[in-house]
């Protein structure tokens, strides 16, 4: 079946302008995560849904950063006036319930959008 | 210092030989412990996914936790040019979504 999608794949943006990325799960999972790549850094937990609600959004790293789940399937990631340091890939991941009963469900990524702020 | 360290190398080895690459983690409540390979311009893939401590073997591919040392290995036999990947370890705990990533060792087999 279809995997993770994400779009676009490459994004360049002006420093200050906003911009939004676009993921969508397989198709059945309820749960959602958005993770950023830097060079250098590995992967950063950004946020995680499960439906179309987030309770866990402690990796977003500032206030410019928005995300939103709609239909419990495609989620946009928001970055507003963006900045230079907003350079990373943003990878989004789905998995079919997340962690239920103490079994942690397999996260299945996309390819990333990589974006580059100049 | 981060929650899960991981040498970034690049590391390169002939092909057939084994590799082993290694994790630490700080963080005792981390449960799961996941191997992931990443192949380049793609999203990481599940390789190996273990519970708490122990071993476990799939294939060309050994995954080890000591929960008392707070180390994560990971073991290719034979490895193949095919293995040339980065490879990213991550941790989690119970009850939380979060998955903690090192920052991936980049592997070269050489043929």
Redesign the interface.
């Known amino acids: 079946g279809a995997g993770?999608s994400q779009s676009p794949s490459n994004k360049v943006t002006e420093k200050g302008k906003d911009v939004e990325l676009r993921c969508d799960p397989i198709s059945g999972h309820t749960?959602l995560?958005w993770?950023r790549q830097s060079l250098?850094?590995?992967?950063?937990?950004l946020i995680?849904f499960?439906g179309n609600s987030a309770?866990?959004k402690?990796?977003l790293p500032s206030d410019r950063f928005s995300a939103e789940r709609t239909g419990g399937s495609v989620s946009t990631l928001t970055i507003q006036r963006t900045q230079q340091e907003d350079s990373a890939v943003y990878?989004c991941?789905s998995s079919r319930t997340?962690?239920s009963g103490?079994?942690?469900e397999?996260?299945?990524?996309?390819?990333?959008t990589r974006l580059l702020v100049l | 210092q981060k929650e899960v360290e991981q040498d970034p190398g690049p590391l390169s080895v002939p092909e057939g030989a084994i590799v082993s690459l290694n994790c630490t983690y700080s963080n005792s409540a981390f449960q799961y412990f996941m191997w992931y390979r990443q192949y380049s311009r793609k999203g990481p893939e599940l390789l190996m996914y273990t519970y708490s401590s122990g071993n476990k073997e799939d294939g060309r591919f050994t995954a080890q936790v000591d929960k008392s040392s707070k180390y994560i290995s990971l073991f290719i036999r034979d490895s193949q040019p095919s293995d040339s990947a980065t490879y990213l370890c991550s941790s989690g705990g119970f009850g939380n979504e979060k998955l903690t990533f090192g920052t991936g060792t980049r592997l070269t087999i050489i043929p």
């Open positions: 993770v749960a995560y993770y250098g850094q590995g992967l950063e937990f995680y499960q309770p866990d402690s990796g990878l991941a997340g962690t103490g079994a942690r397999t996260q299945y990524f996309g390819p990333g």
